[in-house]
């Protein structure tokens, strides 16, 4: 494996990662209307994510710097030509924070309920928009020889962009509620187990559509699959992941169900990742512009830097992350100084 | 007003906004270590009152600094691709390296340090609150390198592909410690911990003049305010000058830009106040006679370099660094007296709480404290102008050129918007949570502390579920719980 082979894989699986930790919180934030009806539940809601959520986002954060630092070109033209896109990711997270930690800083139903709306709404936006810029990024975007990305906000909701981001939407909804499995108890427990097949038929649904979609209409991504057919190991564990989720619910088996969607979560988006490499902007001028991660990555020099620091850092990483992880695990309660 | 312009105004902006809170930050982190300490060896609940008061305002602040903290590596890509496309190689590194590190030590352990006061016991607590604050600084450590970096370039090489400059990384290590970069960090931590303390002094001396909470306020006092005047007077004497001096011998230019100062000039004159007209190429104003030749180069008689010595199109917008050098040179000056005078009544006879004029001027601190900061920034970035990395690569050939007036417009409106409101709910809640006060006893004791876990030993046998230990209690349920 070359250096940016390593740095194409090691991005995906940040993002990945990101997607997985940062979802579940996303997923709770999407049914925290739906499935929490007191104040009590809803600040249990908060609460169960409360020590983690801030932890999450850290991984978006160094997603963009590696991509910054690994493939400085792609980082480029991709935030620049998504312009609107990111700066609606960012108010949307900006929101989220606010909405989370300012909730229950103060008494009075208005307050409180209009943040608990803010909450939702910001936590399927950001699903959404990543989706949205998934689907464009699989689609192939009006790139030019500069690397400079020509596309209007309008032309980055076409059909095809729109159905990821609603799947977005659905993955990580299911992803919350197996999630919240282990964390609530009681009626809330009760709700958000009974929110979770119908999730589930929603997702499928989708997932379906969307891959669908992607083998009939995206014609540079269905080409990778057939050239080599070992990317179809992506597609096809994460049927399996998602299989497993379903029994794991049946059975009660509350961590292995969030194991399984999380292994959904990650498979597909390796799905799409294989389906993409080795390039990571694809141009619908010319095949000849496409941003590859051999012409887009920086020089090997800096890749084997930050590899360095990859190796040193992410172990510790993992293994604290681990640690606080276990230490708030079980059933949340609120205390004092929850939120 | 094109897309560039609203682009260096909207950077401007958010940066502005952003650095309001990681200094408060990790300056109240530092109070918070010191409260700590005297936790452990006191075991006065005081001190653990104090504690969860004081975290649940940096709570605030962490928040705020962290969804303002995603925006400014966003914005890299969104409005500056071409400086993106430029300094990549060397700059994404050192934004990875500082995810990597300081991030998610932070993220990881402030969950353990906001969450953990009443399911830690006094060490662990103390023990996660170090890592958060050690993570904090590392994280300036890393974002500083890379302003360094882009000051005073080093380590690297120009290559050309493709019509268009990039620097590539010849030296990690000479990348990370350019020459500016050790002046820098100093200045900027001592900034920091001086804004910390100015919080807490701040807070403490208002509930001494509204006599309330008056032992916690003293106890408040009794840290920040020896704290405050020692690094109130190090950073003008010290690590202010030392920054100084940096400018002075990588950034002759904007040194002159800074000061005002048109023609070479020997025994060169430090203006405490005045005005540019830039026009008329004239300085005028309040300044003490050769004092800026003595401090940039150690004699009184010793040649500056005027601006008229460089190329005009090399020079940074004179009048506008001029007054944000000079804002914060003032108010560096102000709060070292007021650090002085407040320890001195402090330490006579404790004479500081029965003289309300010294009270409200500690008050203020946080406020001055603050203000030096923003324009200490505004001083360096403004004054790197028209380079966005010195003497390689103009802020205008770092823009995206893809971008319409119209797109950056409205995101500046939303920023702006946005933040107005951030700003306002910050100091909404914070005025709520200091008008309320520290949280009563019983419910900051609401687990007893020798209950609570205080070594990783405890953590692995009281909640670990692999334990056969009769004392060991059911993991779900820590001891502490209070459901309201």
Redesign the interface.
């Given at each position: 494996m070359s250096l940016n082979e390593v740095w194409f894989v090691l991005f995906a699986m940040i993002i990945g990662g990101y997607l997985i930790l940062d979802g579940f919180d996303f997923g709770v934030g999407i049914v925290h209307l739906i499935a929490a009806r007191t104040d009590?539940e809803r600040r249990l809601m908060l609460s169960s994510i409360?020590?983690?959520w801030?932890?999450?986002?850290?991984w978006?954060?160094?997603g963009?710097?590696?991509?910054?630092?690994?493939?400085?070109?792609v980082?480029?033209?991709?935030?620049?030509?998504f312009?609107?896109a990111?700066?609606l990711?960012?108010?949307a997270?900006?929101?989220r924070?606010?909405a989370?930690?300012?909730r229950s800083?103060?008494q009075g139903g208005r307050w409180r309920l209009s943040w608990d709306v803010v909450f939702a709404l910001a936590s399927a936006a950001l699903p959404f928009l990543f989706g949205v810029a998934f689907g464009n990024i699989l689609a192939g975007v009006d790139l030019d020889e500069?690397?400079?990305?020509?596309e209007s906000f309008i032309d980055l909701l076409n059909p095809y962009a729109l159905l990821i981001g609603l799947t977005a939407i659905a993955m990580f909804a299911l992803h919350g509620l197996v999630f919240l499995t282990m964390k609530t108890e009681e009626e809330l427990e009760a709700r958000v187990r009974s929110l979770i097949p119908r999730a589930m038929l929603i997702f499928f649904t989708l997932t379906t559509v969307s891959v669908v979609a992607t083998a009939v209409f995206q014609d540079q991504v269905s080409d990778r699959f057939l050239s080599d057919y070992w990317p179809f190991v992506f597609p096809a564990t994460a049927f399996v992941a998602f299989l497993t989720c379903v029994r794991m619910v049946r059975a009660g088996q509350d961590f292995l169900a969030f194991v399984a969607s999380s292994a959904t979560v990650g498979l597909l988006l390796a799905s799409g990742g294989a389906g993409m490499y080795p390039n990571l902007l694809i141009s619908s001028r010319s095949e000849s512009f496409n941003l590859t991660i051999d012409n887009a990555a920086?020089?090997s020099?800096?890749l084997e830097?930050?590899l360095v620091?990859?190796v040193i850092?992410?172990p510790l990483?993992l293994l604290?992350?681990s640690?606080?992880y276990y230490?708030?695990?079980?059933?949340t309660?609120?205390?004092?100084?929850?939120y | 007003l094109d897309a560039e312009q609203l682009s260096r105004w909207q950077f401007a902006f958010t940066a502005s906004f952003h650095f309001i809170f990681p200094p408060l930050a990790m300056g109240l982190g530092l109070m918070l270590i010191a409260i700590g300490i005297a936790y452990v060896r006191t075991g006065d609940p005081k001190w653990r009152q104090l504690a969860?008061f004081w975290t649940?305002v940096y709570?605030?602040i962490?928040?705020l600094g962290?969804?303002?903290?995603?925006?400014q590596?966003?914005e890299?890509?969104?409005?500056w691709?071409?400086y993106?496309?430029f300094?990549?190689?060397?700059?994404?590194?050192?934004?990875?390296?500082?995810?990597?590190?300081a991030?998610?030590?932070?993220?990881?352990?402030?969950?353990?340090m906001?969450?953990g006061?009443?399911?830690l016991g006094p060490k662990l607590w103390l023990g996660a609150t170090s890592v958060v604050v050690f993570a904090a600084h590392f994280s300036a450590i890393w974002i500083v390198m890379a302003n360094s970096w882009m000051q005073t370039p080093d380590g690297y090489k120009l290559?050309t592909s493709?019509g268009?400059n990039?620097a590539?990384?010849?030296d990690?290590l000479d990348v990370m410690f350019t020459p500016s970069f050790l002046p820098h960090i100093l200045h900027i931590f001592v900034a920091s911990w001086l804004a910390g303390s100015a919080l807490v002094l701040s807070v403490s001396a208002w509930y001494i003049l509204r006599n309330r909470h008056f032992e916690l306020a003293r106890a408040g006092l009794r840290i920040a305010m020896p704290v405050f005047a020692v690094l109130a007077v190090l950073q003008v004497a010290v690590f202010g000058a030392n920054q100084a001096v940096s400018v002075t011998n990588h950034q002759e230019v904007k040194l002159a830009a800074i000061e005002g100062l048109w023609n070479d000039q020997d025994c060169a004159p430090l203006y405490l106040f005045g005005w540019v007209n830039e026009s008329a190429q004239t300085t005028k104003g309040v300044s003490i006679p050769c004092l800026l030749s003595f401090l940039s180069y150690g004699s009184t008689d010793s040649t500056v370099k005027g601006l008229n010595s460089f190329d005009q199109d090399t020079w940074a917008p004179v009048n506008l660094s001029f007054q944000a050098y000079h804002l914060m040179i003032d108010i560096a000056m102000l709060l070292a007296l007021i650090g002085v005078v407040g320890a001195a009544l402090y330490y006579w006879k404790s004479k500081l709480f029965r003289l309300r004029s010294a009270l409200w001027a500690l008050v203020i601190t946080v406020v001055l404290s603050e203000l030096a900061i923003t324009s200490g920034w505004w001083t360096t970035e403004v004054g790197r102008q028209p380079w966005v990395v010195w003497n390689l690569l103009r802020t205008e050939d770092g823009v995206?050129?893809?971008?319409s007036t119209g797109?950056v417009a409205s995101?500046l409106a939303?920023f702006i918007l946005?933040y107005a409101i951030?700003l306002g709910?910050f100091l909404y809640?914070l005025n709520?949570?200091i008008q309320r006060g520290p949280?009563p006893l019983e419910?900051?004791e609401?687990a007893p502390v020798s209950s609570l876990p205080d070594s990783l030993r405890d953590?692995f046998r009281r909640?670990g579920p692999m334990t056969n230990e009769p004392a060991a209690q059911p993991?779900?349920?820590p001891p502490?719980?209070?459901?309201?």
């Amino acid at each position: 494996m070359s250096l940016n082979e390593v740095w194409f894989v090691l991005f995906a699986m940040i993002i990945g990662g990101y997607l997985i930790l940062d979802g579940f919180d996303f997923g709770v934030g999407i049914v925290h209307l739906i499935a929490a009806r007191t104040d009590t539940e809803r600040r249990l809601m908060l609460s169960s994510i409360g020590p983690v959520w801030d932890g999450n986002e850290v991984w978006i954060v160094l997603g963009g710097g590696v991509l910054f630092g690994a493939f400085p070109l792609v980082y480029a033209a991709l935030f620049s030509g998504f312009y609107v896109a990111f700066v609606l990711v960012l108010l949307a997270l900006i929101l989220r924070t606010v909405a989370i930690e300012f909730r229950s800083k103060h008494q009075g139903g208005r307050w409180r309920l209009s943040w608990d709306v803010v909450f939702a709404l910001a936590s399927a936006a950001l699903p959404f928009l990543f989706g949205v810029a998934f689907g464009n990024i699989l689609a192939g975007v009006d790139l030019d020889e500069q690397g400079n990305v020509h596309e209007s906000f309008i032309d980055l909701l076409n059909p095809y962009a729109l159905l990821i981001g609603l799947t977005a939407i659905a993955m990580f909804a299911l992803h919350g509620l197996v999630f919240l499995t282990m964390k609530t108890e009681e009626e809330l427990e009760a709700r958000v187990r009974s929110l979770i097949p119908r999730a589930m038929l929603i997702f499928f649904t989708l997932t379906t559509v969307s891959v669908v979609a992607t083998a009939v209409f995206q014609d540079q991504v269905s080409d990778r699959f057939l050239s080599d057919y070992w990317p179809f190991v992506f597609p096809a564990t994460a049927f399996v992941a998602f299989l497993t989720c379903v029994r794991m619910v049946r059975a009660g088996q509350d961590f292995l169900a969030f194991v399984a969607s999380s292994a959904t979560v990650g498979l597909l988006l390796a799905s799409g990742g294989a389906g993409m490499y080795p390039n990571l902007l694809i141009s619908s001028r010319s095949e000849s512009f496409n941003l590859t991660i051999d012409n887009a990555a920086s020089a090997s020099n800096t890749l084997e830097v930050m590899l360095v620091v990859a190796v040193i850092g992410m172990p510790l990483v993992l293994l604290y992350t681990s640690g606080v992880y276990y230490f708030f695990r079980g059933k949340t309660s609120l205390g004092p100084d929850s939120y | 007003l094109d897309a560039e312009q609203l682009s260096r105004w909207q950077f401007a902006f958010t940066a502005s906004f952003h650095f309001i809170f990681p200094p408060l930050a990790m300056g109240l982190g530092l109070m918070l270590i010191a409260i700590g300490i005297a936790y452990v060896r006191t075991g006065d609940p005081k001190w653990r009152q104090l504690a969860f008061f004081w975290t649940q305002v940096y709570g605030l602040i962490f928040a705020l600094g962290v969804a303002t903290g995603v925006v400014q590596e966003f914005e890299f890509g969104l409005n500056w691709a071409g400086y993106s496309r430029f300094v990549g190689n060397v700059f994404g590194s050192l934004l990875a390296a500082e995810g990597v590190f300081a991030f998610f030590l932070e993220g990881g352990f402030l969950g353990l340090m906001l969450f953990g006061g009443n399911r830690l016991g006094p060490k662990l607590w103390l023990g996660a609150t170090s890592v958060v604050v050690f993570a904090a600084h590392f994280s300036a450590i890393w974002i500083v390198m890379a302003n360094s970096w882009m000051q005073t370039p080093d380590g690297y090489k120009l290559v050309t592909s493709g019509g268009a400059n990039r620097a590539e990384m010849t030296d990690f290590l000479d990348v990370m410690f350019t020459p500016s970069f050790l002046p820098h960090i100093l200045h900027i931590f001592v900034a920091s911990w001086l804004a910390g303390s100015a919080l807490v002094l701040s807070v403490s001396a208002w509930y001494i003049l509204r006599n309330r909470h008056f032992e916690l306020a003293r106890a408040g006092l009794r840290i920040a305010m020896p704290v405050f005047a020692v690094l109130a007077v190090l950073q003008v004497a010290v690590f202010g000058a030392n920054q100084a001096v940096s400018v002075t011998n990588h950034q002759e230019v904007k040194l002159a830009a800074i000061e005002g100062l048109w023609n070479d000039q020997d025994c060169a004159p430090l203006y405490l106040f005045g005005w540019v007209n830039e026009s008329a190429q004239t300085t005028k104003g309040v300044s003490i006679p050769c004092l800026l030749s003595f401090l940039s180069y150690g004699s009184t008689d010793s040649t500056v370099k005027g601006l008229n010595s460089f190329d005009q199109d090399t020079w940074a917008p004179v009048n506008l660094s001029f007054q944000a050098y000079h804002l914060m040179i003032d108010i560096a000056m102000l709060l070292a007296l007021i650090g002085v005078v407040g320890a001195a009544l402090y330490y006579w006879k404790s004479k500081l709480f029965r003289l309300r004029s010294a009270l409200w001027a500690l008050v203020i601190t946080v406020v001055l404290s603050e203000l030096a900061i923003t324009s200490g920034w505004w001083t360096t970035e403004v004054g790197r102008q028209p380079w966005v990395v010195w003497n390689l690569l103009r802020t205008e050939d770092g823009v995206s050129t893809t971008l319409s007036t119209g797109m950056v417009a409205s995101s500046l409106a939303m920023f702006i918007l946005l933040y107005a409101i951030l700003l306002g709910l910050f100091l909404y809640l914070l005025n709520a949570k200091i008008q309320r006060g520290p949280s009563p006893l019983e419910e900051v004791e609401a687990a007893p502390v020798s209950s609570l876990p205080d070594s990783l030993r405890d953590i692995f046998r009281r909640h670990g579920p692999m334990t056969n230990e009769p004392a060991a209690q059911p993991a779900e349920t820590p001891p502490d719980e209070v459901k309201p």
